[in-house]
C-alpha cells in the first residue's frame, strides 16, 4: 500500500522523537525541593519549578508515545512483526532481572 520510502521517513521521525525525549527526560534528573539551592540560585520559585516539572514529564511521555507507536506501526506494517516481539520479549526479560 506505501512504499519502502514512506515506511522510511516514518521511521526516521520516530527515531528522531525518541532523541528528542532524551532532553526532558535528562531535565526531570534537576531535584525540585522546597528551597533547593539550584532553584534559588535561578530564582525560580517552588510552584514554578513543579509546573515546569509536570510540563517535561507531559511533553517526555507524548514523544516517547510517538516514538514508540510510530515503530510498532512501522514493523507491523512491514513484515517485521518479530522485531516488536522481540522488543517487547527483552524490556520483560530486563524487568524479571531486576525484579
Request: glycine share 4%; no cysteine.
Amino acid at each position: 500500500m506505501y512504499g519502502l520510502r514512506y515506511w522510511q521517513k516514518v521511521i526516521n521521525v520516530s527515531f528522531n522523537f525518541g532523541r528528542m525525549a532524551m532532553l526532558p527526560f535528562a531535565l526531570l534528573w534537576i531535584p525540585v525541593s522546597r528551597g533547593s539551592p539550584l532553584l534559588r540560585l535561578a530564582r525560580i520559585p517552588f510552584e514554578q519549578a513543579v509546573r515546569y516539572h509536570i510540563w517535561l514529564a507531559v511533553s517526555m511521555m507524548v514523544m516517547l508515545t510517538i516514538h514508540s507507536v510510530g515503530y510498532i506501526i512501522t514493523y507491523s506494517y512491514t513484515d517485521r512483526k518479530h522485531l516488536v516481539l522481540l522488543a517487547f520479549t527483552t524490556i520483560t526479560s530486563i524487568n524479571h532481572s531486576l525484579s
